[in-house]
Every structure is written in structure tokens, then in C-alpha cells.
């Protein structure tokens, strides 16, 4: 829990039967964190006091928070989803539960870090208000919830259209040639060399530059206690005119980027591939999605074989959101469950016979 209050004030903070106390420092900044606890979905009142200032927040429940980002497939509302999706309305028609919640980031792109989110609240998830959640988070916190029976938070910063370049904090565009160069044109505001250049993307206004998404939406959730973060974009760096080129390190800049935001080197970030589409560039992306893969506590949903009648939007959330839920409910759940399904690991060649490894496969293709 952190906040800001007078210079130098003593601040109290009361919730689930514990009481500490901290000062807020020369600039009136402070924090403080709270022994762990074990879920709980019973509203509890979190209290906060400093001097004759007090400040009561109702109806805090503990679970498992996971924060969810990208571009339009994952801002697509399951209202969408379930006016094209049998299965979807089904999901919906049974969404009252009081245990799932659901926080939109509508704060907008800045050239500088913020340091506190102006708008919007936590909704309770009913079949009305889960019209407007995110389809796929929406189905991952169903998933999770059910299979777990704990309270589940989304925290949603995705925005329709948008590259990879803003989601990423600025200090992360290190370590690779096409990284350095693209927050140098960001700086400079080099729109045109930023779609001319090696990894380039289409950049239609500031709201496209990198970090600046980051800076308005992302930097003021940290360090608030997260399980893990969804991931669902590529679509704005394979189009027309645009490089898919070195996604990877772009990826890489994003996970590393937030862990180090998030101050948890561990931090599991799992993602989409991009399913079917008509196009001459998805194909070389999903294959740099692939080799993010080769970072720590990462995964993959495989969406590829999904029928989506080349719709850049596809209805069915419903299989993509299920799928990612299979990771975490394997990797930190220590549930038994088949998470991904078999990926190439290695070839050796013998005698004129190829044999191929894959990971994921144990019990065969």
C-alpha cells in the first residue's frame, strides 16, 4: 500500500487484523506492506490514518490480481463476444459473481511517468457489467476463479490499434541496435523514420512513441501486487507498411521492462500468438512471439488453428482466454493440466533419418 500525505506525517494502516505504522518521507511519499494473507471474499474495511485525516476504503476482498494488456483483441468487450458466440452468452449469463472485479485504465498517454491514475474504479462482475470487460480477461478470470474458488482481480490497460513501442517503459529500449534507435526517434519525434526504419512501425500520433502508454496507464499500477500480466498485440507492428523485424527484442523489452517496474524479476508474463489472418507479415511475428518464449516464466496460447474466418477480430475469446489460464493454473496453481500443446525443441540428423524433439509431447503428436 502506498500514497503521499504531509512531509515527515506518521501514517497508520489497519486491514484484516493488522495494524502498521510508517512516515512519509521529505516529499510526503509513503509505503507500506502488509504480511501475506490468505484469500478472502469476504469484504473487509481497509483503513488509513494520519493525524485527524482518515480515509476508509469498503469492501476489499484478497485474491489473485492480474493485470491484462495490448491492442483491440484485447480491449474486444465480451458484449462482442457474446452477441457472436453461443458459448460466450453462456458465460456471460452466469457471470454473477461477486468474487470477480474488474478495473479499467482509462488514463491517457503521457511523455512522462505519472504517478497516480485519475479515473475509474473497481466494477463487481454481474451479467450486465461483463459486457464491458475485456472478452479474454473476462473468460481467464472466470477460469481462474472457478477453478481455484478465490477472488479475482483484471486490472486493464489495453488500447485498440496500438504497437508494442508505448507499452514499454523507456528505460527498456536498450540492448539491441533497433531498440536504441527507435527511443532516439521518439525523443526527437521522427515519426516518418520510425516507419522507414529496420522494425519500424506505423506511429499515427505521440499516443504511438515508446513509453508513452507506459508512462499515462501502466507506471502508476506499480508496484499495487499482481499475480502475473496477459499479453494480446502484434497486430499493429505485421500490418501494412510495418516491419515485424525484431518483435522479439521488443517483447523482451516489455517483460523486463515491467518486471523492473514491478520489482519482480520473476514475474510470470504469459501471451497470444496471432491466429489466422491474410497476410504476408503475421507469419514471420508469430514466429518472433515464439522466441520470447526463451524468457523466463513465459507462455504461449497457440491460436493459430482456431477457425476465425480470417477475421481480424475473431468472437471466439472464449478458447483464447481458456488457453491462458491453462499456464498459470499449471505453473502457479500446481494444477495437473495439459498448458501447451507440442513446440519444436531440436533436430539431429543421422544416417539420413531427421529426428525431431519437441517440447510438450511426452505422450506423443
Given amino acids: 500500500l502506498w500514497g503521499w500525505g504531509r512531509p515527515g506525517a506518521a501514517i497508520e494502516v489497519s486491514f484484516a487484523g493488522q495494524t502498521l505504522g510508517a512516515h512519509a518521507d521529505t516529499e510526503g511519499r509513503w509505503r507500506i506492506s502488509l504480511q501475506a494473507l490468505d484469500a478472502n471474499a469476504e469484504g473487509q474495511e481497509l483503513r488509513i490514518q494520519s493525524g485527524d485525516e482518515q480515509c476508509i476504503i469498503h469492501d476489499v476482498l484478497v485474491g489473485e490480481v492480474w493485470f491484462v494488456s ?30 470477480v472485479r474488474y478495473r479499467r485504465i482509462n488514463d491517457t498517454h503521457l511523455s512522462a511517468p505519472r504517478e497516480d491514475l485519475t479515473r475509474g474504479s473497481w466494477v463487481l ?13 473476462f473468460v481467464f478470470a472466470n477460469r481462474i476463479h472457478r477453478e481455484l474458488n478465490i477472488p479475482v482481480g483484471i486490472i486493464d490497460c489495453s488500447w485498440g490499434g496500438t504497437p508494442i513501442e508505448p507499452y514499454i517503459p523507456k528505460a527498456a529500449f536498450v540492448g539491441h541496435p533497433t531498440l536504441v534507435k527507435l527511443a532516439a ?11 522507414a526504419m529496420r522494425g519500424g512501425t506505423f506511429v499515427r500520433d505521440d499516443g504511438w512513441l515508446a513509453g ?146 519437441f517440447d510438450y509431447a511426452d505422450d506423443g503428436l
Fill in 185 to 195: 526517434l521518439a525523443k526527437s519525434g521522427d515519426i516518418e523514420e520510425i516507419k
Fill in 125 to 137: 462482475c454481474t451479467p450486465e457489467s461483463a459486457l464491458d470487460y475485456s472478452a479474454v480477461a
Fill in 70 to 99: 495490448g491492442q483491440s483483441n484485447m480491449e474486444y468487450k465480451t458484449r462482442h463476444m457474446a452477441s457472436n458466440l453461443a458459448e460466450g452468452q453462456v458465460l456471460v449469463d452466469g457471470a454473477r459473481l461477486s468474487s
Fill in 212 to 357: 508513452v502508454i507506459f508512462n499515462g496507464g501502466i507506471a502508476p499500477l506499480a508496484p499495487y501486487a499482481i499475480r502475473g500480466a496477459l499479453w494480446y498485440q502484434g497486430e499493429s507492428n505485421a500490418g501494412e507498411g510495418q516491419d515485424p523485424r525484431d518483435y522479439f527484442h521488443k517483447m523482451r523489452a516489455l517483460i523486463t521492462g515491467w518486471r523492473q517496474a514491478w520489482g519482480r524479476d520473476d514475474l510470470p508474463v504469459y501471451f497470444v500468438q496471432l491466429p489466422q489472418w491474410d497476410s504476408y507479415e503475421w507469419p514471420y511475428l508469430r514466429e518472433e512471439q515464439m522466441r520470447a518464449l526463451y524468457i523466463e516464466n513465459t507462455g504461449m496460447a497457440v491460436t493459430l488453428d482456431l477457425d476465425n474466418a480470417n477475421d481480424i477480430h475473431p468472437p471466439n475469446k472464449v478458447d483464447v482466454g481458456e488457453r491462458l489460464a491453462l499456464w498459470p493454473l499449471a505453473k502457479q496453481y500446481g494444477r495437473k493440466v495439459t498448458f501447451s500443446g507440442p513446440l519444436f525443441k531440436d533436430a539431429s540428423y543421422t544416417n539420413g533419418v531427421v529426428n525431431v524433439d
